[in-house]
């Protein structure tokens, strides 16, 4: 579990794929690790991130339509989807991601005044 808080700080992440071998097996967040270090009978010394982690993860594949991704995250509320093929982790995509393609989607569009 150190280890994955440490993985966050160095690359700035709030989201880290779980896998055993080739096969991704869970996603633990930030919020994931925080809840479970707050846990009364937690010792954080001794847990593996098995312990925090969010299982299954919802996986996609590089080709997986952008809208569908959105859609299922919005749907299930998920922070983020683990992009993989073939049990390969290519990535990961974010809520931030969605909301940085919604800002670049609409920066060209002209917005309507709100309604009086």
Do not use: W
């Not at 992440?13 to 869970?26: A, D, F, I, S, T």
């Not at 749907?75 to 683990?82: C, H, L, Y």
């Amino acid at each position: 579990m150190a280890r994955a808080f440490a993985l966050m700080q160095e690359y700035a992440v709030r989201h880290l794929p779980v896998v055993q071998g080739e096969e991704v097996v869970g996603i633990v967040s930030d919020r994931d690790l925080h809840t479970y270090r707050s846990l009364r009978n937690a010792d954080p010394a001794r847990a593996t991130i098995v312990d925090a982690m969010t299982s299954p993860a919802y996986v996609v594949g590089p080709e997986t339509p952008l809208a569908e991704v959105a859609r299922v995250m919005a749907d299930r509320k998920f922070g983020a989807a683990i992009v993989a093929r073939g049990g390969r982790v290519l990535g990961m995509f974010t809520t931030t991601d969605a909301l940085c393609e919604l800002a670049r989607l609409l920066e060209g569009h002209s917005i309507p005044p709100p309604l009086a």
